[in-house]
């Protein structure tokens, strides 16, 4: 039990990456409070995780929302060990085709909201907390039609070393988990049908070295480790979990021959 009497919040927790870190948080002891919108699959989680977990509809735009649901966390179980400021959202804004309110819309949800989710989870957030803001590949792999996506996800890690220093003085951490490609419901808006998915996923692996998209649950691992006490010295550290894809690119399968 690696997380035996800690209390998580993980915000966009009801759906892919969040909610495989909020099933292995809680299989490790957790106490674990889960945001979304969406409230059918809120309350999907709580039936398959069970009354350990607290659910709350919280858009992470709304400031004051996120606000309330941090205080209903702590009400319910105390002060924070773990904040995981998961909840993004994915969408192409082409240069040339883009309307304001487009580009806006993915850095208000994956870095003004993942700032002010930190901001509100503070007063509550104890000596020796971890804080894991969730980044991406496409902060630094340059991909086309993805300006938005990857200026907000290039800002979630300069943000993270900023909050860092500044938490640094209350023993908090704060780290960065950057997923590559990975099985989730994001890519459904991309890749609608069975088949189109299959188009994509294929598409994808060449242009990963090891091959193939990866799981929510191996991102979840990699985050529980760095909410846990086995990071206990990891600050201001980006972990991709990519198979590759930004460290090695050139062994991707598309540059075998
Ligand atoms: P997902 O299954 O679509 O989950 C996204 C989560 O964010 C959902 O729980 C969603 O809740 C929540 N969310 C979105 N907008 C929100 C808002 N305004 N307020 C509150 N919650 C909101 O996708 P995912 O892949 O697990 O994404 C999680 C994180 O991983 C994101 O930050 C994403 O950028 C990052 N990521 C994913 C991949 C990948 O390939 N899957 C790769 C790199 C990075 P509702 O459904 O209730 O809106």
Redesign the pocket.
């Known amino acids: 039990m690696r997380l035996k009497n800690k209390v998580a919040l993980i915000?966009?927790?009801?759906?892919?990456?969040?909610?495989a870190t909020a099933r292995l948080f809680l299989a490790e002891g957790a106490r674990v409070a889960i945001?979304?919108?969406?409230q059918e699959?809120?309350d999907a989680a709580v039936k398959e995780l069970g009354p350990n977990l607290l659910a709350l509809q919280?858009?992470?735009?709304d400031i004051a929302a996120t606000e309330r649901a941090v205080a209903q966390v702590a009400e319910r179980f105390g002060s924070l060990d773990i904040l995981f400021a998961?909840?993004?959202?994915?969408g192409q804004t082409p240069v040339g085709g883009t309307p304001l309110a487009a580009f806006e819309e993915v850095l208000r949800?994956?870095l003004t909201?993942s700032f002010f989710t930190v901001q509100a989870a503070l007063p509550y957030l104890n000596k020796g907390a971890s804080v894991v803001l969730?980044?991406?590949?496409?902060s630094v792999l340059g991909a086309p039609r993805y300006a938005a996506?990857a200026a907000s996800?290039a800002g979630v890690r300069s943000m993270a070393r900023v909050l860092a220093s500044e938490l640094s003085p209350r023993g908090i951490r704060v780290n960065v988990v950057?997923?590559?490609?990975?099985?989730?419901?994001?890519?459904s808006a991309q890749a609608p049908t069975p088949d189109a998915y299959a188009v994509l996923e294929k598409r994808l692996s060449q242009g990963i070295p090891l091959g193939r998209?990866?799981e929510?649950d191996e991102?979840a691992k990699t985050v529980l480790f760095l909410a846990s006490d086995d990071a206990s010295n990891i600050q201001a550290a980006e972990f991709f979990v990519d198979g590759g894809t930004t460290g090695a690119p050139m062994g991707a399968p598309i540059y075998r021959t």
Do not use: E, F, Q
Request: no cysteine; glycine share 20%.
């Open positions: 915000t966009g927790g009801n759906s892919g990456i969040g909610l945001t979304g919108r969406n699959t809120l919280a858009d992470v735009k998961n909840a993004g959202i994915g949800v994956n909201a969730n980044g991406s590949v496409h996506y996800k950057s997923p590559g490609a990975a099985h989730t419901p994001i890519w998209m990866g929510a991102v």
